[in-house]
């Protein structure tokens, strides 16, 4: 069905179903909602690039995934979180335009992005602590959001995160009432402002217990599986190994596992197990009992609320910058218990 079929179906002039597929104010709520509901029974989807004029907008948002291996980009994580920005675009009838970036690279395509007009906006993800791309898109006057924060951004800016340092302080502080004195952290890239902040909760924790920070203890890389197994099979070989590791990802919890059963060791018994982003559809944390103890947040749905605040601020540009600070959940699963000796 056409523009000019729809019209015919409802009665109405081409201009005022138009109109009102594109948001026009003078269009009365009522013929609106019924323009709407008709559109959506007949599988009627405005063309975009008409659209585009009629509004001057270009009905797109923009993602720039750096091609460099020292963004925290390249796993499920990023495909559950665009798949969930993807949900409130469609809702908005936005388009989603993906281009790839070596890393200096990034601020041209911007430019090019902002010069052309092809995108409204720009979702950016994987903050680093002082991320160039925040006032590259502050100068260039466009609307953009941000999947985490910067800490050494100044100014306000959209920005949507999980309380990262309260989640792992909270992690650390339960492993601790267990009884584990030795605790160790496999860590993200700590450039991340993610990464960042949860070795700022760890430490404050066993700070607070009288405890020392041990770098033996303690990784920081590219979150993959091999880099769980292979960070907890050197730390267990150690003469005074951990009895429990704090984890920023399931996907390197399983490395984690892996390790742990390799050295003749149970999970949940010998050794206790925390991670983060559990939450994610192809790496589904057990069933009824979760598998893995964890600091539990949907990505997929911090990518749905994130997009839904970037396109508010498109269609409403002088609005103030919005902040979302979501809290995880701490949800007990097998992988805790104890610390060895102590019941």
């Given at each position: 069905?056409?523009?000019?079929?729809?019209?015919?179906?409802?009665?109405?002039?081409?201009?005022?179903?138009?109109?009102?597929l594109?948001?026009?104010?003078?269009?009365?709520?009522?013929?609106?909602?019924?323009?709407?509901?008709?559109?959506?029974l007949?599988n009627y989807?405005?063309?975009?690039?008409a659209?585009?004029l009629?509004?001057?907008r270009?009905?797109a948002?923009?993602?720039?995934?750096?091609?460099?291996t020292?963004?925290?980009?390249?796993?499920p994580i990023?495909?559950?979180?665009?798949?969930?920005a993807?949900?409130s675009?469609a809702?908005?009838g936005?388009?989603?335009?993906?281009?790839?970036?070596?890393?200096d690279h990034?601020?041209?395509l911007y430019r090019?992005?902002?010069?052309?007009?092809?995108?409204d906006?720009?979702l950016?993800q994987g903050p680093?602590?002082d991320?160039?791309?925040?006032?590259?898109?502050q100068?260039?006057g466009m609307?953009?959001?941000v999947h985490?924060?910067?800490?050494s951004?100044?100014?306000?800016y959209?920005?949507?995160?999980?309380?990262?340092?309260?989640?792992?302080e909270?992690?650390?502080n339960?492993?601790?009432?267990?009884?584990?004195?030795?605790?160790a952290?496999?860590?993200?890239?700590?450039h991340?402002d993610f990464?960042?902040?949860r070795?700022?909760?760890?430490?404050?924790?066993?700070?607070?217990?009288?405890?020392?920070?041990?770098p033996?203890i303690?990784?920081?890389?590219?979150?993959?599986?091999?880099y769980?197994?292979?960070?907890?099979?050197?730390?267990?070989?150690?003469?005074n190994?951990?009895?429990?590791?704090?984890?920023s990802?399931?996907?390197?919890?399983?490395?984690?596992?892996?390790?742990?059963?390799?050295?003749g060791?149970?999970?949940g018994?010998d050794?206790s197990?925390?991670?983060?982003?559990d939450?994610i559809?192809?790496?589904?944390n057990?069933?009824?009992i979760?598998l893995?103890t964890?600091?539990?947040?949907?990505?997929?749905?911090?990518?749905?609320i994130?997009?839904?605040?970037?396109?508010d601020?498109i269609?409403n540009?002088?609005a103030?910058?919005?902040?979302?600070?979501?809290?995880?959940?701490?949800?007990?699963?097998?992988?805790?218990?104890?610390?060895?000796?102590?019941?």
């Amino acid at each position: 069905m056409n523009l000019k079929q729809l019209s015919e179906h409802l009665g109405l002039s081409q201009t005022t179903v138009s109109r009102a597929l594109n948001g026009y104010p003078e269009v009365s709520d009522a013929t609106r909602k019924k323009v709407l509901t008709a559109a959506r029974l007949n599988n009627y989807s405005p063309n975009t690039r008409a659209k585009g004029l009629a509004t001057g907008r270009a009905w797109a948002i923009g993602h720039i995934i750096p091609i460099s291996t020292k963004h925290e980009m390249v796993n499920p994580i990023f495909g559950d979180f665009i798949a969930g920005a993807g949900e409130s675009y469609a809702a908005a009838g936005f388009d989603m335009t993906l281009r790839l970036a070596e890393d200096d690279h990034i601020e041209t395509l911007y430019r090019e992005m902002a010069a052309k007009r092809n995108v409204d906006g720009i979702l950016v993800q994987g903050p680093a602590m002082d991320d160039e791309r925040v006032h590259i898109l502050q100068d260039l006057g466009m609307p953009f959001a941000v999947h985490g924060r910067a800490s050494s951004a100044t100014t306000a800016y959209n920005w949507l995160d999980v309380n990262n340092s309260r989640a792992f302080e909270r992690a650390t502080n339960f492993l601790l009432d267990l009884g584990h004195q030795r605790i160790a952290l496999i860590n993200g890239l700590e450039h991340m402002d993610f990464a960042y902040r949860r070795r700022g909760g760890y430490e404050t924790a066993l700070s607070a217990r009288g405890l020392a920070i041990d770098p033996q203890i303690m990784r920081a890389h590219e979150m993959t599986e091999r880099y769980g197994y292979t960070s907890t099979r050197d730390m267990l070989s150690q003469p005074n190994a951990p009895t429990a590791f704090l984890v920023s990802s399931i996907i390197v919890a399983i490395g984690v596992r892996r390790a742990i059963e390799e050295a003749g060791l149970k999970m949940g018994q010998d050794i206790s197990v925390i991670t983060h982003d559990d939450d994610i559809s192809y790496f589904r944390n057990g069933e009824e009992i979760p598998l893995f103890t964890a600091t539990h947040s949907s990505v997929r749905e911090a990518g749905r609320i994130l997009a839904q605040i970037l396109i508010d601020q498109i269609t409403n540009p002088t609005a103030p910058p919005v902040h979302r600070l979501l809290e995880a959940q701490l949800m007990v699963g097998q992988s805790t218990g104890p610390a060895p000796g102590r019941t």
